[in-house]
């Protein structure tokens, strides 16, 4: 697969570390009443869908970024790939 | 007698003036051919010398020495020739090369010639002529396909030590000599605009139409000769004989700077994004590769466009002994005759059901080759010149033990006629090699009018296809195929090509009426040919209920040879489609799948061999080791001196031992590199760390080291180090030399996806630094010795857990840290890494009045287990704080990764396992890691295990073996006498529970 | 090697000896390269500007955009990630050149030493395209002078800085592998020539 | 009709005209009492064992396209129960009791050949693990020896033992595990349900199902609805897909396993070996081609095909593990999806749904799970309790931190 870096362009997939699901940015509030349950579907539920896919990839043989890449799991085709810094503080996670 | 001497015979017979000068020995050799100067090699099957030429394959050498049969069937053992003319081969596999370059299963059919070529055939004992396992033919009754599901099942004990030993024998082709392979293999990568798969007349005429408009082009081939079938063909292109125009096209190719041409090159998968896998085979035409040069070379294409221009491949049509040695399709035969000059005998017999099996008569003919007959089954068909015509007709049967020698046929009067040929060039039509368009999981789509299936819309992205791979079966077609396809390709890119005038080229229609087998005769109809797959055997499929493709498939073993069914499949799923009364789309096919053609190990590993199979990294004191003659080990891709050996020294113990008791006596060194170091800077460098580790972070003074606990976010722990502060806004945070990256990308994850807005900046500097433990009573009196006068070490002014920017010998800059793994009164001591080497020499040099000892892994490992400490071992990827005995450092007050889920009721339970030590109640007893921990009475069973031991190791300070592991409640069973059971090795020993801090348990060692 | 000792320890090069390595093929150098400091510059949250511009003016010229590099004088640098940079001098005048880049750059930016991280060698001669095409998946044919790339060669992750397209490059990787990366662009380049 | 030695020789003499289709193709019936969707390997197993365990014999299984076409029909073909926790050993070890007995309980020789499986160490920790592994076998009822370099030099002389990047210090051998004829499996169960009265509806696919007032009553599919008191879910790498259509989300993630053979060659291997410092494991056939595997692609995928970096990173483990490899050729690679749980454990449970049951997360251990699989699943199915071996495959362990994490990676479910 070629994954286009949104500052590098098109890089080989094998420069990168896999994660998964892209609600792993939504770490949970600690001091949320149910933040048990919370975190346990935080960590242990995630979307795995056929079809198109939010996932995190990290360019660790590349510029260390960490990737949001949108991705249909059925064709492997990639639809959109952003840096999961930008999309993390647009989910409110600045502090 | 053996078939070369039968056919021998039989030219003998037929010297007549038909045979060719250059003919020489070679009986079946023709006049013309591309055989290219005529140089003569010589070459050896099954130990006879032979003669060939100059771009012969093995098979067309064999041919045109009278050798019909080279090989033996899977199954029934049954003498085969050769099939096919190209990678299809089902038949002609032979055992190339010997020793550590023997390589099984070739196909003759696209092994280069080369001078001391060497092949053997395989799969027959005691030889190809008579072989010993053909008795399986006579019972083939009792083989049908799934008949080994049936039986064999009683007594059940039997199958491992009887049916399956003499199945295993049995099975298989070639064999491997069990030698390394003595030759290297490259990888590479190339990209490209356009990337053309196959230089027929279609991928030629892209590839120059690209190549004109100046694209990066690269076109590869699996053949050593380009030009496809116009190698095979005797009509030309425009003026030019096929060859000719194929030479001009190549010659204009080389003068490009822009196209890459590959021959001897596989595209053998079509992966994401236009990626294309490539194998090419540099050295396979040579006895041997040059020294350094690979034998070949897996190239990853990274292609913006690709077009699939690999041809076609002609199908059999079944009926009854159709495996004969001697029969052949009709378009192979037709190559082995206009492009190597040989003819399988002297006299054929053609028989098709489409008018692209005549070319072969006509051909034949015009080189003088008798064709005693050419059998249609259309009745309609075409007139034949030269040759006896048999419209409406059906091969029946075929006689001839080792070889062909005649077929009888069933005119369309009824009635039947025996025709004597050495040779049948059978024709039932050809299918489009759609293969590399269904990698991504595309399907192909039927074509009546050719009677094939054709690649459909969903190809791979980027890809297109174009001429016979696509059904257009003509050259004119072709040509104008590929230009077009070129120049549609490029337009996408934004690249502008234009068509220029294409040559005249034969624009033949084929004209094929399907016909898959010939239901006349009882016998057996081979399908598949090397797995001894019969039309047989696809009814009886039918019959019990094994009738999705893929079912068929499984249960006879259709397609599955190495040739993947290319000749096969076509015809199993005709019949299957006729038995079950539908149309053959309906029936569907298999899926095809990577590699096109078979792919070697050797390319596929590359150069990542022996002791390259991946990098090897050395401490900055490697050199220096070596010259004391340390032992290393592998830890990670580190390589670590695992002990220093002294003279006199016999066994690893007696180094340990000294090792340790030197440190704790006095003082030891180690090279301790190899922990990650990630320097961590920013304005909020220590609340990030707050969140990364489990204990609190953000009040460390600077100047101080802290030991830190990392857990995942599921609680449990995965690393632990330290983190020194050398600044407000500055620490250096260490990691097990285990988890070094992991702990780095975590650091990152959190950095930029969990709390992006914190100032925190991150980098290793794991290999900037040479780090050496110093460690024993004398370790301040050594390094006071080391380190410049202006920096005060004394116990006072850096005491335990200090950390600080010093310099040494004279000005070197350097950093140093007070903290302990051995227990002992110790420092870290680093400098950048290009002194490592010089600063293990000044540490030793300024040691030796204390006698100080370098100590290697196993040391260390003595005395982390000695101290209780927490390693791999502990850190298993299972245990919680709280297993460890660490939960009360985990911050309730708070926020970090992992507390959360840390307190989750499984992983709280009163009986949770707890890190405890064990002594054995018997000194002499040794504690082994791995063994299970019991109660002190009753049964040793899975139930009653109270936990393991998960380190272990012989103290010299203690006199005896010790270990550490998790006991249930160990921390309230101390004192307690237990168990330690190692069933697998027959051991149970009684030890004591006891603290994990075996020596100096209060810490004063370390604080004085 | 040169002289970058100034008090009593004496360096080894990354292969191990005390003179640079080099291997010589036609139409091709391979050599080792060991007198350049090294120091990583990153920006501090949100001071990029102030990063590039203080840094600049130590530099003598600004800092390169993503996957390039560029030289100033006796300086060069090339872009590592996002707001980070690594910055080389030459060792024998520079080897404290992160205390002073520090200074330069002030609470705007991080700055790492570097120096000995690294191992590094420069390729030279007419052959370095066949026979980086053997050793990475960088696309160095249609790449120019100033690319920067990471890229790893033999399972090993590098730097690769293009010099001149075709004519030289230089490759940066980890100093530990030093000898395994060595012997990969030693094997290649005997493949290929 | 009964498979024997003699009744191929009779049908060899009279035309093979008597052999019967393996299993019918009925319509669906409008009801059953269970109906498991998934005409896999664990699906067909469990039918077989509601009928011959339980009695319970009016059961569908519905498969979207032909029977056996999952991972059944694309893995490496191993069994073994070599597990190390408590929490799966003894689920492990009652499996491969019953490969041991399974051809003539069901009367197909599927070809269980225990010929031993050696799991390399290649460091002193390696070891550590191998001996608190082998001792939990033992302590399980399974076996487990352990051998030095020596040991494993005697049985394969021809691995590396010269310039081994990471040298062979041992293995832990295994020796009643080994292979089956995979495909075989899956028809042996067809039968055995088939006979015992159970409808196999092939090309039938699940497209809902049917909830009222926290009871599932039956499945949509299209081939219409099929009422049921039970619905057992048995889709491996579709299960997400599936589960979903009842509103669950569970914690799976469906991975591309991609597994190759090579050609066809005279005996080289006789066990399956595994190499320790890389990803490869390889087996040989009796039809003689070389069966072998690696790790994950990594990234979730439906595709059913893999990537080259992965066939390559394989191969190199062999050619490090055995040099003499370097001419063999592979011949064809596949790749499965493969329903990767957050521990790396499978799940044997009910749902919150009232007769909706849910039997996944094999990851790629499915194959050699298949018997015990059916034979818990059909207890759960049938007494509505789980089976003694199987009470720590609940679906609500992670909420209760009660993980069963062999390879201690945590909730990352590619690296189990």
């Not at chain 3, 004496?10 to 036609?26: V, W, Y």
């Not at chain 4, 005996?267 to 009796?286: E, K, N």
Request: charged letters at 20%; a neutral charge.
């Amino acid at each position: 697969m070629i994954i286009n870096h949104p500052i590098l362009g098109p890089r080989d997939f094998q420069e990168f570390t896999y994660l998964g699901d892209a609600s792993l940015i939504d770490r949970p509030d600690w001091q949320a009443d149910n933040a048990a349950d919370q975190f346990h579907d935080y960590l242990y539920l995630r979307d795995n869908p056929a079809g198109e896919h939010r996932e995190l990839w990290f360019h660790e043989q590349g510029d260390r970024s960490w990737l949001v890449v949108t991705r249909n799991t059925v064709t492997h085709e990639i639809l959109n790939v952003e840096l999961a810094r930008d999309v993390a503080r647009a989910r409110g996670r600045s502090k | 007698m053996t078939d070369a001497v039968m056919n021998a015979g039989r030219v003998a017979f037929q010297a007549d003036g038909s045979t060719g000068a250059r003919k020489g020995v070679q009986v079946n050799r023709l006049d013309g051919g591309l055989i290219k100067g005529g140089k003569p090699l010589n070459f050896t099957f099954d130990g006879k010398r032979f003669k060939g030429f100059e771009g012969d394959t093995l098979a067309s050498a064999l041919l045109a020495n009278g050798v019909r049969l080279m090989g033996r069937s899977f199954k029934y053992h049954r003498p085969r020739g050769v099939l096919t003319s190209g990678s299809e081969e089902p038949n002609a596999l032979v055992e190339l090369r010997s020793g550590g370059r023997q390589e099984p299963n070739t196909r003759a059919t696209v092994a280069e010639l080369y001078d001391g070529l060497e092949a053997n055939s395989q799969n027959r004992w005691p030889s190809l002529q008579h072989d010993f396992m053909a008795i399986n033919d006579r019972f083939s009754n009792f083989l049908t396909a799934g008949f080994y599901y049936k039986t064999f099942m009683w007594p059940a004990a039997f199958w491992e030590k009887l049916y399956e030993p003499i199945i295993r024998k049995a099975a298989g082709l070639g064999s491997i000599s069990f030698e390394a392979d003595p030759d290297a293999y490259d990888k590479g990568f190339l990209h490209c605009d356009l990337l053309v798969i196959g230089a027929g007349p279609t991928g030629l005429m892209a590839a120059l139409t690209a190549g004109r408009a100046g694209a990066q082009v690269i076109i590869a081939d699996e053949d050593f000769l380009l030009g496809g079938r116009l190698n095979a063909e005797t009509f030309g292109i425009g003026d030019l004989t096929g060859a000719a125009w194929v030479e001009q096209a190549q010659a204009e190719l080389a003068s490009m700077p822009n196209v890459r041409v590959m021959p001897r090159t596989t595209i053998i998968g079509a992966f994401d994004h236009g990626i294309y896998g490539a194998v090419e085979r540099v050295s396979d035409h040579v006895l041997a590769p040059e020294a350094g040069k690979p034998r070949q070379i897996l190239w990853r294409i990274y292609s913006k466009r690709a077009m699939l221009a690999a041809g076609a491949t002609e199908r059999p049509i079944a009926f009854e002994n159709n495996d004969r040695p001697g029969v052949m399709l009709a378009g192979a035969v037709r190559a082995y005759a206009n492009r190597w000059a040989v003819t399988p005998d002297q006299t054929v017999a053609v028989f098709t059901n489409n008018d692209d099996g005549h070319r072969t008569a006509a051909d034949l003919i015009a080189k003088g080759v008798k064709v005693t007959a050419v059998i249609d089954t259309r009745a309609a068909a075409p007139k034949v010149e030269g040759a006896e015509l048999f419209a409406g007709a059906q091969v029946v049967d075929t006689k001839g033990r080792l070889g062909l020698e005649w077929a009888r046929v069933r005119l369309a009067s009824g009635t039947t006629r025996d025709v004597p040929c050495g040779a049948l060039a059978v024709s039932g039509g050809w299918n489009p090699n759609v293969h590399l368009t269904c990698h991504q999981r595309g399907r192909p789509a039927w074509r009546e009018d050719i009677a094939a299936f054709v690649p459909a819309g969903d190809l791979p992205q980027h890809m297109s296809v174009a001429g016979a791979a696509n059904g257009d079966f003509s050259t004119a077609a072709a040509l104008r195929a590929g230009a077009e396809g070129a120049v549609a390709a490029l337009s996408e890119l934004g690249i502008e090509a234009k068509i220029s005038d294409l040559p005249e080229a034969e624009d033949a229609p084929i004209n094929v009426t399907p016909f898959w087998y010939v239901k006349e005769g009882k016998g057996r109809a081979w399908l598949d040919q090397q797995n001894d797959v019969t039309v047989k055997d696809v009814k009886l499929a039918h019959q019990e209920n094994f009738r999705s493709v893929e079912h068929l498939k499984r249960y006879t073993t259709l397609g599955m040879a190495t040739d993947q069914g290319k000749t096969s499949n076509m015809g199993g799923l005709a019949i299957m489609a006729e038995l079950a009364g539908k149309q053959i789309p309906e029936v569907g096919t298999t899926m095809f799948r990577p590699p096109y053609t078979p792919v070697s190990f050797g390319v596929m590993a590359g150069r990542s061999v022996g002791e390259d199979f991946r990098p090897t990294r050395k401490t900055p004191s490697h050199k220096w080791a070596e010259e004391q003659g340390a032992v290393f080990v592998e830890v990670g891709q580190w390589l670590r001196a695992q002990w220093f050996p002294r003279a006199g020294e016999t066994h690893w113990r007696q180094s340990v031992d000294r090792e340790v008791l030197q440190t704790r006596n006095s003082v030891g060194i180690c090279d301790v590199t190899t922990l990650g170091k990630i320097d961590v800077q920013g304005k909020d460098a220590a609340e990030f760390l707050n969140k990364m580790y489990a204990n609190a972070f953000a009040k460390l003074p600077v100047g101080k080291v802290r030991y830190g606990l990392m857990l995942r976010e599921d609680g449990i722990a995965y690393d632990d180090g330290t983190a020194a502060r050398f600044a407000e806004d500055h620490f250096v945070v260490t990691t097990t030399t285990a988890n070094a990256v992991l702990v780095y990308r975590n650091m990152e994850f959190a950095r930029q996806c969990l709390f992006p807005d914190m100032d925190v900046q991150l980098i290793s500097t794991t290999e900037a630094w040479a780090q050496f433990a110093v460690a024993g009573p004398n370790a301040r009196k050594l390094l006071q010795k080391v380190v410049d006068p202006e920096f005060d070490i004394s116990n006072e002014a850096f005491p335990f857990m200090g950390c600080g920017e010093i310099t040494v010998a004279g000005g070197c800059r350097a950093r140093l840290f007070r903290i302990s793994f051995s227990g002992e009164l110790a420092y870290e001591i680093a400098v950048p890494t290009r002194y490592g080497d010089a600063m293990i020499r000044k540490l030793m040099e300024a040691g030796e009045e204390f006698g100080a000892v370098p100590y290697g892994t196993e040391a260390l490992g003595v005395m982390r287990i000695e101290k209780g400490h927490a390693a791999g071992n502990e850190l298993n990827g299972t245990t919680s704080a709280l297993n460890l005995g660490m939960g009360g450092m985990v911050s309730k007050k708070k926020d970090c990764i992992g507390n959360t889920l840390s307190e989750r009721e499984g992983m709280n339970r009163e009986d949770a396992l707890k890190l405890v030590g064990f002594k054995p109640v018997n000194a002499a007893d040794p504690v082994q890691a791995g063994a299970h921990l019991m109660n002190a009475s009753g049964e040793v069973s899975a139930a009653t295990d109270q936990g393991y031991i998960t380190s272990a190791a012989y103290s010299p300070v203690l006199g005896c073996s010790i270990g550490i592991g998790f006991l249930k409640r160990g921390d309230s069973r101390k004192g307690e006498v237990i168990r330690a059971v190692n069933p697998l090795e027959g051991r149970e020993i009684q030890v004591e529970v006891v603290s994990a801090h075996f020596v100096d348990p209060e810490g004063e060692r370390l604080r004085g | 090697m040169g002289k970058f000792d100034n008090h009593g320890l004496k360096a080894i090069s990354p292969l191990g000896g005390h003179e640079p390595r080099a291997d010589t093929f036609t139409g091709l150098l391979i050599r080792e390269v060991t007198d350049r400091a090294l120091a990583s510059l990153a920006a501090r949250q949100g001071q990029a500007e102030a990063v590039k511009s203080t840094a600049a003016s130590y530099l003598g010229g600004s800092l390169p955009e993503p996957a390039s590099w560029n030289a100033n004088g006796v300086f060069a640098a090339w872009w590592m990630g996002p707001d980070l940079w690594m910055v080389s001098a030459p060792h024998d005048s520079h080897e404290l050149m992160a205390a002073d880049l520090k200074q330069a750059v002030g609470d705007a930016g991080s700055v790492v030493e570097q120096t000995d991280g690294w191992c590094r060698f420069d390729m030279e001669g007419p052959r370095c395209f066949d026979v980086l095409e053997r050793l990475c998946n960088a696309n160095v044919r249609s790449g120019k002078a100033g690319d920067a790339t990471r890229t790893s060669m033999e399972h090993l992750g590098v730097f690769l800085l293009c010099q001149t397209p075709g004519q030289g490059y230089s490759i940066v990787g980890p100093r530990s592998s030093a000898a395994s990366l060595h012997h990969a662009l030693v094997a290649a380049a005997k493949s290929v020539i | 009709m009964r498979y024997s030695g003699l009744k191929v020789i009779k049908e060899a003499l009279t035309g093979h005209k008597g052999w019967r289709p393996t299993w019918r193709d009925p319509e669906p019936k409008k009801s059953y009492d269970v109906v498991i969707i998934g005409g896999g390997g664990h699906g067909l197993a469990t039918a077989y064992y509601l009928a011959k365990n339980h009695g319970i014999t009016n059961v569908a299984v519905i498969e979207k396209g032909w029977i056996g076409g999952g991972n059944v029909g694309r893995n490496t073909t191993i069994i073994r129960s070599n597990y190390l926790l408590d929490g799966n050993e003894p689920f492990y070890e009652l499996s491969l009791q019953l490969w041991e007995g399974l051809e003539q309980d069901f009367n197909y020789n599927a070809m269980v050949s225990q010929r031993g499986i050696l799991n390399l160490v290649h460091t002193d920790a390696q070891r550590d693990a191998a001996r608190r592994r082998g001792n939990a076998m033992i302590l399980n009822g399974s076996d487990a020896e352990l051998l030095d370099t020596d040991g494993v030099r005697a049985m394969y002389p021809f691995l590396n033992f010269n310039d081994a990047r990471f040298p062979i210090k041992g293995g832990l051998l295994h020796r009643r595990g080994g292979t089956v004829r995979h495909d075989a499996v899956a028809w042996g169960y067809a039968r055995g349900a088939d006979l015992r009265g159970v409808d196999i509806i092939q090309n039938c696919e699940v497209t809902g199902f049917k909830i009222e007032n926290g009871k599932c009553l039956g499945v949509e599919t299209t081939k219409g609805f099929i009422g049921a008191n039970k619905v057992a879910s048995c889709v491996a790498g579709s299960s997400s897909r599936v589960m979903e259509k009842a509103g669950m989300r569970l914690p799976i993630e469906s991975h591309v396993l991609q597994a190759f053979v090579s050609e066809g060659l005279k005996p080289v291997l006789d066990g399956v070996i595994t190499f320790g410092a890389g990803h490869f494991y390889c087996s040989q056939s009796d039809k003689g081609g070389l069966v072998f595997g690696g790790d994950l692609d990594m990234y979730n995928s439906y595709a059913q095909r893999g990537n080259l970096p992965v066939v390559e990173d394989v191969m190199e483990g062999g050619m490090a593990l055995i040099p003499a490899l370097g001419r063999v050729r592979m011949l064809r690679s596949w790749g499965g999806i493969m329903d990767m749980s957050m521990d790396g454990s499978p799940f044997i449970d009910k749902t919150h749904i009232d007769g909706l049951y849910f039997n996944g997360g094999w990851c790629y251990g499915g194959f050699k799970a298949t018997p015990a699989s059916g034979w818990c699943y059909a207890h759960l199915l049938a007494t509505d309790t789980p089976h003694k071996v199987a009470t720590a495959y609940r679906l609500d362990r992670f909420r209760r931190g009660c993980m069963i994490d062999e390879k201690g990676q945590g909730a990352q479910p590619n690296l189990h």
